[in-house]
């Protein structure tokens, strides 16, 4: 695995029919370790023992269409009233994040309306605030804590 530029994680890791495998604490499963797995894995449990974001109101790989296309968010954090709050998108490592990144999060954005959008290769994080009114976005200089999210403090 490769280091990340995120705080020590407590990851638990087994070796299933010859595959790697990775336990997702929210699925509650392993699945096969990738390296973008591996940044989504790092980066939810950074979410909750960092930031403190409840483990119960985060998603993995949530299902959305967008033009008649099956597509899925790597995470989305609802807040307390059931809506999406956050959308995240994790890349390997090896990725650069590029304007086709965050363009691929608007995307996944206009069926969700969260009021943050996240991008991050593991190496690199970015986190920035939609303003829907005037159709802009404001990058923040770090990441929101979940109670920042809900007292809309950023």
Known sequence: MQKLNLPQADL??????????????????????????????????????????PKGLLAVEKKLKIYNLEKRTDIVLYNTSGNPAVIIECKAPSVNISQKTFDQIARYNMNFKAEYLIVTNGIKHYCCKPDYKNKTYGFLKEIPDFEQITNNKT
């Not at 638990?12 to 336990?23: M, V």
């Not at 997702?24 to 894995?41: A, F, G, H, N, S």
Request: overall charge positive.
């Open 12 to 53: 638990k890791i087994t070796t299933e029919n010859g595959k790697t495998k990775i336990f997702d604490i929210i699925r509650k499963k392993y699945v096969v370790l990738t390296p973008e797995e591996q940044v989504r894995q790092e980066f939810i449990h950074y979410l909750i023992n960092k930031k403190n974001y």
